[in-house]
Nanobody
């Protein structure tokens, strides 16, 4: 049973930084895809950043390129999202997701491709 637990959300002023953490457990296979998604009420879930462990490739949503960085510490099975230059439009519930399989790069930011999800952590930028 895969469990993902996010932490690190909070409130920050525009221009500030936050770092989100996702601790993963129960993963059985060596190749995985991890991603961060975000959602605001009334809108669809948006792909923020994704990482494929097989080739260490990353992919970012257009709205966060150059500001957000996804990374992972293998031995800890922990995923991070470093967010800088935060804007009010970054306000959302942020979710960590995982898939114990490979995905082609153009699918990494599609939420329906992921099987396991965390409970979310709120980020508010004012």
């Amino acid at each position: 049973h895969v469990q993902l637990v996010e932490s690190g959300g909070g409130s920050v002023q525009a221009g500030g930084s936050l770092s989100l953490t996702c601790e993963a457990s129960g993963l059985k296979y060596s190749s995985h895809c991890y991603a961060w998604f975000r959602q605001v009420p009334g809108k669809t879930r948006e792909g923020v950043a994704a990482l494929a462990t097989g080739d260490a490739s990353t992919r970012y949503g257009d709205s966060v390129k150059g500001r957000f960085t996804i990374s992972r510490v293998n031995v800890k099975n922990t995923l991070y999202l470093q967010m800088t230059g935060l804007k009010p439009e970054d306000t959302a519930m942020y979710y960590c997701a995982a898939l114990q399989s490979r995905l082609p790069p153009w699918w990494l930011l599609l939420p329906d491709k992921y099987s396991d999800w965390g409970q979310g952590t709120q980020v508010t930028v004012s």
